[in-house]
């Protein structure tokens, strides 16, 4: 029994270098994520070009729930999904948007320009059923300056990379006086989310992160810029707690035995 505990211990002590290595690497992976700051609020000085090329400042955008959207309009990866997604639960959400609630895509690249913008929002919304969108769904561009004030204040990390962007994907949603409710990761969302934030946001009650655990299964594949499944992060984590089951069995069961001899 001894020896079988030694091996044990030993295969826990390579796990633990294993999972220690892994969370290393998400650490890293974090790094170009979600900051979360539920209960903070965005910066409300900052300053965005809207459709009609007019500078306007996000506290004048703002006055009900909003849904903020951050991406660049020409990302080959996660956007054009994320936006596909926003477009859906707009069509799908026992919502009224421009009554309920709002949503605000601004482009995080101070390259582009709001004629990008527009025609981005013109694709988008040939696909969707509800034509008040195009009043309530509102896309920005603006300066480095604004934008990365913009980012900062939300916890929205990114990084450039062979002209792309490595950045998280998802949603933030805002209270109508700018507070940080709620963040909303992935690309698809039900619309049973949607609502209950939305519903939440109006009442400023700050919730729990949504599809927190994605952040945990998926790395961010840089060549592909994409999320992808990470098979070696979650086999090391269900191994691990795989071992720690047989461990404490067998260290239990010895514990037993002893006290029957002992009697």
Known sequence: MSHLKLFFALFICLISVKSF???ALFDKQ???SFDEKQGQFAALDTKLVNENGDTVLLKDIINKP????LVYYECAGTCSPLMFGVSKFIDEVDLKVGTD???ITVSFDPSEKIDLGIK???AYLSTMKNKEAEKYWRFFVGDSLNIA???KS???NYQKKNNQYIHPTGLIALGSDGKIIRYLRGIDFLPFDIKITMVEAAKGKIGPSINRLLAICYSYDTNGNQFVFNVTRVSAIVILFIVILIFLFLSLSRLNLKKRLNK
Do not use: D, R
Not at 66 to 69: A, D, M, S
């Open 149 to 151: 004030k913009l980012t």
């Open 154 to 156: 939300v916890g929205f």
């Open 21 to 23: 290595s892994q969370t």
């Open 101 to 103: 609630y709002e949503v």
């Open 120 to 122: 981005k929002k013109a």
């Open 30 to 32: 974090m790094q170009i």
């Open 66 to 69: 909003t849904i903020l959207n």
